[in-house]
């Protein structure tokens, strides 16, 4: 009963949390039918976290504002839909149609004035189609001081609608260069706003008319930058894979030889390498449970990972369809937890960890309460600037009730399975009681230089991709060749997990056995790079400023590389594991 309990609540939540249809798939019209259109947001071009809401600034209200009621994902996204003042109904044209005549207060001037300045644009959605459009311009010809720059509002909006029998398919919306209202000085200013329609016909299809904005990305010439990224990556991968295969198959293969022949020999030649240490490469780590913990994170985020490559190679999202990568995050990340509680209570127990329901908890939080304590900062400073990021109470209390209700119950759950799957570690190798001493080594052996040289090349396979993510993430790209980027992730696995084997096999061969945290280290040092890029990003790549935007993207992109680097360690470590066992389980250990 409590199971079915459960299962009606993950569904209400996920029928809740699920992205308003973007496609418009039931949106017929008549002439002269009503057609929704909402304004969205305003902001600064080059700031994308930092939105207002449309009527922050003193446009022409409607008589009656309606807000459309907004899924979980599209509130995270921070679209605030509200109607829009204007009416643009089904194949009717208009002429410079007045949507009102204002009289500005300075301070209202001072308010345009300061959004022209920063390049503000706005955003608005008609039959679920998007419109983007710049609020004025500065006029900065032949005047070298800021002083002396002119600013100008526009005040008529074209609309031009394509439509295709009773559907509509495309629309763009341009501003009347000639229809300006001089806002350089704070003086009261009369201002007619108008806007015109002119509706066309296409021989689109319906299907067709998101393609405009998904074929964007797929130019001939972005295709070919990112096709020369992923033959530069396959390069990076086979020379690395080719390189590590013959030097360890070869090396290997002597090792062997060597120990077979060592056995015939006398019993009392001392032992060198790898196989000297046997008693010692399988004893366990110190914190065993921080580092079940990761496992169980990292796993967790792995399958998240696999699940929303897996979305999008089927085109749930495609360009506008609003919100559905943060729902799908929300609900797969909380869907997922079990996973995160069995592998960690799990290998807990194998590691003979007997505080399993402690281990559990730090599991919960390992991931979530460092991205908890970032989202309360930076949700501060969202409702601090007034901006759409801040989520609303009610949407705080839905994400509550996600991780109370369903993430932390199949945490337990899958703790629970795990502690009773009583499954043994399995060591070739028995452990003696007290452990070897390490050789003194040389600091390219330290920890730092051997994470430096593990993250560099699984980075400089994906480095070109990044680009393009973060124009989309941070900017006003479009992204859909998840086809591309899928191929880019599974190189970055592959080369993770083949570095990490090949540091780990020459931290055993210098005789230092504590390689359980270096393996784990070594694969999720790629997210510390990727972290250095944003650095570069930021300054060098964008046009960002102000405190808002610059907490938001590094804030948040801590989050996101931390996740990357429990991700990549815990592959990094599977791998390890995984050789180490092979290369013990080869040799005759006594």
């Avoid at 001081?145 to 439509?163: A, G, N």
Wanted: glycine share 6%.
């Amino acid at each position: 009963m409590e199971k079915m309990a459960l299962y009606v609540v993950v569904l209400l939540i996920i029928c809740y949390a699920s992205p308003a249809r973007s496609d418009g798939s039931d949106h017929k019209y008549k002439s002269g039918d009503q057609v929704p259109l909402y304004a969205n947001k305003v902001g600064p071009f080059h700031n994308p976290s930092e939105t207002y809401r449309f009527f922050d600034l003193p446009f022409c209200t409607p008589d009656h504002v309606k807000e459309k009621k907004e899924a979980l994902g599209e509130v995270l996204n921070g679209d605030r839909l509200v109607s829009a003042p204007y009416k643009l109904d089904f194949l009717y044209d208009k002429d410079s149609e007045i949507v009102c005549k204002k009289k500005l207060s300075k301070e209202e001037v001072y308010q345009f004035r300061s959004a022209v300045a920063k390049d503000y644009y706005f955003q608005m959605y008609y039959d679920d189609l998007p419109i983007w459009g710049f609020l004025g311009k500065v006029d900065k010809e032949g005047k070298s001081d800021p002083s002396e720059y002119k600013y100008y509002l526009f005040k008529h909006l074209h609309f031009e609608i394509f439509y295709n029998d009773d559907r509509v398919i495309e629309i763009n919306a341009r501003t009347d260069p000639n229809a300006l209202v001089d806002i350089t000085e704070d003086k009261e200013v009369d201002v007619d706003f108008m806007y015109s329609v002119k509706w066309k016909e296409t021989k689109t299809p319906f299907d067709k008319r998101m393609e405009k904005y998904s074929q964007s990305s797929s130019l001939p010439h972005h295709l070919e930058i990112h096709w020369f990224s992923i033959i530069n990556s396959c390069v990076t991968v086979l020379l690395l894979t080719g390189f590590l295969a013959t030097i360890l198959m070869r090396v290997l293969k002597n090792d062997f030889v060597k120990y077979a022949h060592d056995e015939e020999a006398a019993d009392d030649q001392e032992e060198t390498g790898w196989k000297y240490i046997h008693g010692d490469v399988f004893r366990y780590p110190s914190h065993k449970s921080l580092m079940a913990a990761a496992l169980g994170s990292g796993t967790q985020l792995f399958t998240l990972t696999i699940f929303i490559f897996l979305l999008s190679l089927v085109g749930v999202f495609y360009p506008y369809n609003r919100g559905a990568l943060f729902t799908a995050l929300v609900v797969i990340y909380a869907l997922t937890s079990g996973i995160a509680g069995y592998t960690a209570a799990s290998f807990y127990c194998q590691l003979e960890g007997t505080n399993w329901v402690r281990n559990l908890i730090l599991t919960g939080a390992l991931f979530c309460g460092p991205l908890f304590l970032t989202f309360c900062f930076l949700n501060s400073v969202a409702i601090a600037y007034s901006a759409t990021a801040a989520l609303p109470f009610g949407t705080i209390v839905v994400i509550f009730l996600i991780w109370a209700l369903v993430t932390s119950p199949l945490l337990v759950l899958g703790g629970i399975a795990g502690k009773n799957s009583r499954a043994e570690f399995q060591a070739p190798c028995r452990t003696t009681k007290y452990p070897r001493e390490i050789p003194p080594l040389p600091w390219y052996r330290g920890t730092l230089p051997q994470m430096a040289m593990a993250g560099f090349l699984p980075f400089s396979a994906i480095y070109i991709e990044l680009y393009y993510i973060f124009a989309s993430v941070w900017g006003h790209r479009i992204y859909t060749i998840y086809s591309i980027l899928f191929i880019v992730f599974i190189i970055l696995i592959i080369v993770t997990a083949f570095i990490t084997v090949a540091l780990t096999y020459f931290q055993l061969a210098a005789e230092d056995h504590e390689w359980w945290w270096r393996a784990f280290l070594c694969g999720g040092s790629t997210g510390l790079f990727i972290y250095g890029y944003c650095l570069y990003y930021y300054y060098a790549r964008s046009d960002m400023s102000g405190f808002m935007q610059t907490s938001f993207f590094f804030g948040y992109m801590a989050c996101i590389c931390y996740g990357f680097f429990l991700m990549l360690g815990t592959v990094g470590f599977r791998a390890a594991l995984f050789f180490v066992r092979h290369i013990y389980r080869s040799i005759k250990c006594e």
